[in-house]
């Protein structure tokens, strides 16, 4: 009787070892999540308002970070029409008389979100080197799309992310 009771033993003892954390097994634990505030300031551009910016912080022209990434993280372009974006850093006072061209990008395929890599130190020299005062500075995108829009396009811009460059 013992050695039956044995061996039923050793017999269930992967089924055991299955339901006690094997990594295939799914775990119907909750893990505890808090929540975590995301939220980062937006600009969407339209057909209709195709420019819109954000303020740069003071400090940030004086050590220019390596590159501005730039999230798109909505897209309405029901005939898929071309985007491109140009990204240009200027005066809040004065922005077409003082703007200076950070970079351009399109978005491809025309209808998705994406994220795209500038760099914007030169930019931020030459504008530097022409500012008066330490004034309100931007970033602004402006949409530009081909003279045949088709239908009206919107794209929502997250507020850039500065870093450097990864070797």
Known sequence: ??????????WSLPFVGASCGSPNVQSTQQNETRPVSTAKDVVTLTTERPTASFKLEPGLLNSA??????SVTKVTNP????????VYVASASKPES?????GTFS???ADRPGKFMLG?????RKFSETRKSSEDVRLVFEMKLPAEKKSPV?????SPNWGEKKV
Do not use: C, H, R
């Open 1 to 10: 009787m013992n050695a039956l009771l044995s061996l039923l033993l050793l």
């Open 65 to 70: 970070p390596e590159v501005l990434q730039v």
């Open 79 to 86: 005939a898929a029409s071309a985007v491109d974006i140009f």
């Open 98 to 102: 003082e703007k200076v061209l950070v």
């Open 107 to 109: 978005l491809y395929p």
């Open 120 to 124: 914007p130190a030169e930019a931020f």
């Open 154 to 158: 919107e794209v929502t811009i997250e």
